[in-house]
């Protein structure tokens, strides 16, 4: 039934068959908006979450061509992440002190592994940091809002002053079949490799069975604070990897 108003849709542009498109896609919108939203402050609305993915919707519906054979549920969560995100990187919801903090570790882990010629553990990191171990899980919860990130956000500028080319055409081939995304994809392949085994568990179970961080870490045997600060720590030492490989500024 899609299917046939997509072809509908795209040779009349019938504005009721659009709203129909619309309305059977915001389930869409809404387990995205609400899977990110498990990953930030509690002050921040779902709904404003919901509201920007609408828009990534509408622009996916505009744009996407059913006769290329990609599933349109694939092209719009690309389009409805991307505008969500966008919409976060406007309010900066994350106060300069986290990030300041996210830095800091990140700056920790990179400078501990060129020192040390491996991934440096937990006790050598709080103790590079003049932390306690509890004061160093206590910071990576605290920066638990700032590791929800995915692809797209691991290989960002930064400074958000360069648009994420990944985010801004999921149509165009050129974006995501070129040599640099590949580069991009072995460097975090490479990278991944080379975290611990719980913290590849984690992100497997996290980003690719989708389950939330409470299940997981019923699966692994700790606590769901524990699980997310695996996470952020994983997140932080792929930042560090692929900054030291490159991607960040080199690929961009």
Not at 81 to 104: M, S, T, V, Y
Not at 126 to 150: M, N, T, V
Request: include cysteine.
């Amino acid at each position: 039934m899609t299917g046939n108003l997509w072809k509908i849709y795209k040779l009349t542009g019938d504005l009721e068959v659009r709203e129909k498109l619309i309305l059977n896609s915001l389930p869409i919108v809404k387990r995205i908006a609400e899977r990110l939203a498990l990953r930030l402050p509690p002050h921040l609305d779902t709904e404003d979450l919901i509201n920007a993915g609408i828009i990534g919707l509408l622009n996916a519906i505009e744009k996407y061509d059913p006769d290329k054979g990609t599933s349109f549920l694939s092209y719009a969560s690309i389009r409805v992440r991307g505008a969500i995100l966008e919409e976060l990187r406007k309010l900066d919801f994350a106060p300069r002190r986290l990030r300041k903090l996210e830095r800091e570790i990140r700056e920790a882990y990179t400078k501990l592994e060129q020192k040390l010629g491996r991934s440096p553990q937990e006790r050598e990191v709080a103790e590079y940091l003049g932390f306690s171990i509890e004061k160093l899980r206590r910071a990576l919860q605290e920066i638990s809002c700032l590791a929800f990130i995915s692809l797209e956000e691991i290989t960002e500028d930064e400074s958000n002053t360069r648009p994420n080319r990944f985010l801004e055409d999921p149509e165009s081939e050129k974006a995501f079949n070129d040599v640099e995304f590949e580069e991009i994809k072995r460097a975090l392949a490479k990278a991944i490799d080379e975290l611990g085994e719980r913290e590849r568990l984690v992100l497997t179970l996290y980003y690719y069975e989708e389950l939330t961080m409470k299940e997981i870490g019923e699966i692994i045997g700790v606590t769901e604070t524990r699980v997310c600060q695996i996470h952020s720590k994983a997140i932080i030492k792929l930042k560090s990897k692929l900054e030291k490989m490159g991607v960040d500024k080199g690929m961009f």
